[in-house]
């Protein structure tokens, strides 16, 4: 439940002012006298917090010039369009041959070996947690939970949301914004999230921040919020369209529950792409968000809504000392449900 961290984003286009349907150019290179507050140099390791063997990323918590410091390192992606001289300049050590199977070692020229690193400094105990591995359990969330435990609790989280308002004020990033609405109620902001590489559009992923900041989370949206919402869905579909040439219906349009900061937002990422946050038990479709509204002005503020919860984050501790959570069991209006506790992997999200 910690706040997020900055995404990562990226320059689009090309000469017509549209990117290539399978490439997205490069950002621009950090030169070497450019200033940066942290040197990941004197990088020193405290602890692995969680290692990703599916996802090739590993987690650790160290410190940097004496500031708590955590670093992710994430293994990128391969681009086709390298793929020639990854096999022509590489070297080869032969690890072994049976008949037709033979293993190597590849050793890719340092240009074709990079690890995507993001930094978080000065890290807090919050963020810590956050990428720290940890059993999650379901949590079922009642109108009357998230009024009286849920609420309270996020009013009493120093949860910064400077970082988005620095987007939306054009203090930051403003050169790297796919597009924009600047209507102050129904407008928005779309620009790329940290998990896409931004080197190829197989794993695509872009946010829409809204400029209102009234609306915290799914549990604030009420009709009036509608053309907001058919907003977002239309002129994002569109930009993402004449920005890479993805057509509509190749894309996953959602908003998460808990979301993992609380200024709303929306998640578009290709089909594809099996990112991260979009299981069931997360992810809510806006095209479904849309269709509930129209039903029932009031569907988000008076259902049960069900979502994960991990074992060290702070609502989780709320819930069971409201007596809303115990001893494996979930306290529902229909009483105890069991649940398991299954381990499942958790990633970052601004969302």
Known sequence: MADSSKRGVCDTGDNDGK????LITKKPKIEPGDAHPCDLSGFGIQKILRDCVREKTI?????????????????????????????????????????????FQLQPPAHLNVIKTTLVCPATEKHVRKYQEQDTVLVEETAEDYLSITLPFLKNQSFSLQWVYNILEKKAEADRVVYEDPDPNLGFVLLPDFKWDQMQLDNLYLIAIVHRRDVKSLRDLTSEHLPLLRNIEEKGKNAIKEHYGIQSNKLRVYV????????FHVHFNVLKYDAPGTGVEKAHLLSNIIQNLECDDQYYRTRTLTFPLRELD???????????????????????????????????GKG
């Open 19 to 22: 990117a290539s349907p399978n």
């Open 59 to 103: 987690f650790v918590h160290g410190k940097v010039a004496e500031k708590e410091a955590v670093v992710i390192l994430e293994k990128t992606p391969f681009n086709e369009d390298t793929l020639d001289e990854l096999f022509r300049d590489s070297q080869f050590t032969l690890e072994s041959n049976n008949d037709i199977y033979t293993t």
């Open 256 to 263: 998460h529950y808990q979301p993992s900061y609380y200024h």
């Open 314 to 348: 702070g609502l989780l501790a709320r819930f069971k000392e409201a007596g809303r959570l115990y001893l494996g069991s979930v306290v529902s209006q229909r009483g105890a449900v069991p649940y398991s506790t299954s381990k499942m992997k958790i990633t970052r």
